[in-house]
């Protein structure tokens, strides 16, 4: 009996020196490897988690992956350049007949457009000649040439094209300053209107044709001379003379030093004796910039009734 009560103490002691191994041994592996197995490390949680099991507020936390990635400096975006056309290809055969395009980013894309169609033609070629922002009213940069008229003249000079296809006018609706010479002409004329108002006789504009008044283009098939599906022409803007000579979109002057410009190129394109065609604007995006597409193919229109080119 007191042997048992002896060891009694023993055996306890022993037993808390088991309990405290076994509660201090994972613990100071976390700290020292003694080369035991990896020891997986329990994420510290908040909240209600340590208590329940299962953190509510997971599917909240981002994973470090994600936040690096959502934050990380973006890559700029590629924008294509819509305002050229893909480059030509080449040919390895000598085109015999060629069509010289003129005019602005529209015509690059309307020359793009005729080389696709003529690619199984192995004789018919495209000769690019555009300037992406121009228009008949304004060429840069300023400078030789001064316009489409004389660089028409110097395409014209080395090329030698069987057709000749033209699409002008999208970047024409601004202002047009009246040349120099031009103003001395109008006041030399407004003069001599005056004058011959003041004997009695009849001015040039009751000596003018009606409004109702057509002329009729001999060239052109009764169908076409009538054109009966031209869209209504807007009315144009009444100016006052201006002192410093510079006119707005579609002002009645600026209609008749406009009506000039496309009168100047066609009688250069005219003079090389081949076909010569005026591609019309297409309808854009916005009601005013359809509307003023109108107004400037009306324009170009009107100059085909005088047959001077045609219009498609």
Known sequence: MC????????IALAIAGFMLLGIVGPASAQFFNFGGPPQRQRSQRGGFGGWFGNDIFAPFQAAPERLAARFAPRRPTMREDSSRAPPAERRNTLQKRNVLVLGDAMADWLAYGLEDAYAEQADMGVIRRHKTVSGLIRYPPKGDPADWAAAAKDILAVEKPDAIVVMLGFNDRIALREPVDEKIDKKDADKKRAKVNRAGMPSSAETSTRPDDKPVDTELSPDDATDNDVPPIIAPKKSARSPNG??????????????????????????????????GLPAVRGVKATSDMLFLDAQYRARRRQGRHHLC
Do not use: M, N
Not at 3 to 10: D, E, H, K, N, W
């Open 3 to 10: 042997v048992f009560t002896a060891t009694g103490p023993l």
């Open 246 to 279: 510079v006119y707005e979109f579609r002002e009645e002057r600026w209609i008749e030093l406009y009506s000039k410009k496309i009168e100047q190129i066609i009688g250069i394109l005219k003079s090389e004796g081949v076909p010569v065609l005026w591609v």
